[in-house]
């Protein structure tokens, strides 16, 4: 059995003395394991970087069993992420994420092109790639089979007004419909709605609103987490959170939420 | 000494780093052809190492007193602070003999996929220790990971209130390096620490 295909590294961990097993998410191939023989030597420790594009070619006897990957550099990302701590702590939530969230060898090619849009925007567009990672966790969900339906209202239909999203459905609710149940409805920040196609809402969108947005994608990432990994705790996406939390909240001089759930 | 008694050292052996069964088995035939000269030396340094090695509780040095022979040094620069990963970095700068100043052992750096977080690192104590005064700089010397990293941005974020410098190790061209073998992430990471001439 035999591969190729280009991926992003997920995570190392060493194997033995010299080898280490990584997972990395690939475009043809979702996301897989293997080992890479030499890993902890001088010449792929720098490669074998979570964030990292990657070629990859991974051979086999048996295509059920772990086999090992041949890796060479396609673009060094993570280091361009260094010496920016907010964007460093957002591709590590992401990463993340998708090593605990993805199933092993399916498929999710859209993913993986979103996924590199995010690292670009990462390293390149700070004051977008917030707004760009809820809408990136959003398209995590529907993957994984936990899709929102922020498109019209659950109640009535309508596709204007919508301020509310249910915890139990994940479908939007209109202002009108949820007023009574507003307590137990979550906010459904403006660009992540009906808006959210409309590049300038990208741009409008204020802090507190891409936070709220990142609190709504977490509840229901959460949500996903609690059911199939419930002894996982998502640490870098909390670390991720309070950073911006912190970096945001003066400037905006509103108060930001604290109990985010995942 | 018995069958046992070999088969047990040659599986204790090659529980160590760089030993497999194999080279184990010679080792130990070594070490047993040489009973006075280095079996018995060995056992007996083992067993002081056991016994007398404690962890600083200062720096979290490895040592044979607490403090540590580098925190008690008052020759070394009081207000310089020098945080690394483990006891081997420790070691690595002592051997450079670059530095003058003391140490803090975080033991590790922290990683969503292996659940380390600040409470499993050496990190209250840490702030502690530069809450307590004294210190002007802390030198985050930790590895040019994204876990390293990680780390040493969560760790400047908890320092920012306590007033004193945080530095961190620069990212580059390793001396003997040629520019025509270096990976893309460490020749831009050399480019961006770039430095005047003159």
Redesign the interface.
């Known amino acids: 059995m035999q591969w190729n295909d280009s991926g992003l590294i997920l995570s190392v961990r060493k194997h033995g003395e010299n080898s280490v097993i990584i997972h990395a998410f690939t475009r043809k191939q979702g996301r897989s394991s293997g080992l890479v023989r030499g890993g902890v030597g001088r010449r792929l420790r720098g490669i074998l970087q979570p964030g990292n594009e990657v070629e990859l070619e991974w051979r086999s006897r048996l295509s059920e069993q772990l086999g090992s990957f041949t890796v060479e550099l396609k673009k060094s990302r993570a280091s361009a992420l260094f010496d920016m701590p907010d964007a460093l702590a957002g591709a590590s939530s992401a990463l993340a994420l998708l090593d605990i969230v993805l199933p092993e060898r399916e498929a999710h090619g859209a993913l993986f092109d979103a996924t590199l849009l995010l690292f670009d925007a990462l390293a390149d567009q700070p004051e977008i790639w917030p707004l760009l990672l809820a809408r990136w966790e959003l398209g995590l969900l529907t993957e994984i089979g936990y899709g929102l339906d922020l498109t019209h209202c659950a109640a009535t239909g309508v596709t204007s007004d919508l301020v509310y999203v249910s915890p139990k459905s994940g479908r939007a609710v209109s202002a009108g419909a949820g007023a009574p149940y507003r307590e137990k409805l979550l906010p459904l920040p403006a660009f992540l709605g009906a808006r959210s196609l409309d590049p300038d809402a990208a741009e409008e969108a204020p802090s507190a609103d891409i936070l709220g947005g990142l609190e709504l994608t977490g509840y229901f990432i959460g949500k996903f987490i609690s059911e199939h990994h419930p002894r996982v705790h998502l640490s870098a996406r909390e670390r991720m959170l309070s950073a911006l939390r912190r970096r945001h909240a003066p400037q905006s001089g509103e108060k930001i939420p604290e109990n985010d759930e995942a | 000494m018995s069958q046992s008694e070999i088969e047990h050292l040659i599986q204790l052996l090659s529980k160590l780093?760089?030993l497999g069964p194999r080279s184990a088995r010679r080792a130990t035939l070594y070490l047993i052809s040489r009973r006075e000269s280095l079996l018995t030396p060995l056992s007996a340094a083992m067993q002081a190492a056991a016994d007398n090695v404690k962890v600083c509780s200062q720096c979290w040095n490895l040592d044979v007193t607490d403090p540590c022979d580098i925190c008690r040094d008052v020759k070394r620069d009081q207000s310089l602070l020098c945080v690394v990963e483990d006891v081997s970095d420790l070691w690595a700068l002592e051997r450079s003999e670059a530095f003058r100043g003391r140490y803090h052992v975080l033991g590790g750096t922290?990683s969503?996929?292996d659940?380390i977080?600040p409470d499993e690192l050496n990190m209250e104590p840490l702030i502690h220790r530069v809450g307590e005064g004294g210190i002007t700089e802390v030198i985050l010397a930790l590895n040019?990971?994204?876990d390293g990293?990680?780390t040493s941005?969560?760790l400047?974020?908890r320092l920012s209130d306590f007033g004193v410098q945080v530095t961190r190790l620069a990212?580059g061209v390793p001396v003997g390096g040629e520019l025509d073998y270096l990976?893309?992430?460490?020749l831009?990471?050399a480019l961006?620490s770039r430095r005047s001439m003159g």
Do not use: E, I
């Not at chain 2, 990976?183 to 460490?186: A, K, L, R």
């Open positions: 780093p760089g922290l969503a996929l659940g977080g040019a990971t994204v990293q990680t941005h969560y400047s974020d990212h990976d893309d992430g460490t831009s990471a961006k």
